[in-house]
């Protein structure tokens, strides 16, 4: 399961804003719903459903609407401003812009990081790959719960995630420690993809004017 995470840049430190969380399972889920995505009179970036009377604040205004799309069972991020001064990684956006992982998005003077929040949640196999066979096993993936490595979507067994040492259990996903086809560490606690870099933290606080032109 694969959630948007926004990471403020701000006194030299990301702060983590689990209320700007936009989750399939929330109010940004699949088939057109989206979230409001508000500029506070702080200048935080805070979350609504549509509609909401979240923002009675007259200072407050909403920056952008964020969509929550499946794509053939990849999660994507899609964008619609409402305000003038949002730019992403440096430019205004299209009418309705792509917000990818890894990306820096700007409403006014507040700049914040986009990640993606992953953890490894088991599930039965998709109808499409449930007679092909496990990478590490060979047995098909349909016999046993799976998960999908968010690196490079391959398919293996998850079974039992509670006894991750059993020897009965169809634990392909961590077997070896690692994806079998792009290295990823397997882990099963929710990780961040990719990890806010510290070095762009300081790269901002230095010369923020010039991502907000």
Known sequence: MQQLTLFYLLC???????????????AA?????????????????????????????????M???L??????????????PR??????NGSPPL????????????????????????APVAQAAPADIADKPCPLC?????????????????WTHLERPEEPDSAEALNCHLLGGQCSQCHRTASLERILIPEPPEKLMA???????????
Request: charged share 15%; aromatic share 8%; net charge negative.
């Open 63 to 65: 920056a952008a609407m």
């Open 67 to 80: 969509w929550s799309v499946d794509e053939g069972g990849h999660q994507a991020w899609y964008l619609t």
């Open 29 to 61: 889920t699949v088939h057109g719903k989206a979230c409001e995505l508000w500029l506070t009179r702080d200048g935080l970036l805070q979350t609504a459903a549509p509609g909401s009377s979240f923002c009675s604040d007259a200072l407050a205004k």
């Open 138 to 154: 060979g047995e098909p993936l349909s016999v046993a719960p799976v998960v999908q490595c968010p690196d490079c979507g391959l």
């Open 95 to 118: 009418p309705l812009a792509r917000l990818e992982p890894g990306d820096l998005l700007a409403v006014d003077q507040t700049l914040a990081f986009a990640s993606t929040s992953w």
């Open 203 to 213: 790269a901002m606080q230095s010369d923020a004017g010039a991502w907000l032109a």
């Open 12 to 26: 030299g430190d990301f702060r983590q804003l689990e209320s700007a969380t936009v989750a399939k399972s929330t």
């Open 83 to 88: 305000n003038g001064r949002v730019a992403i």
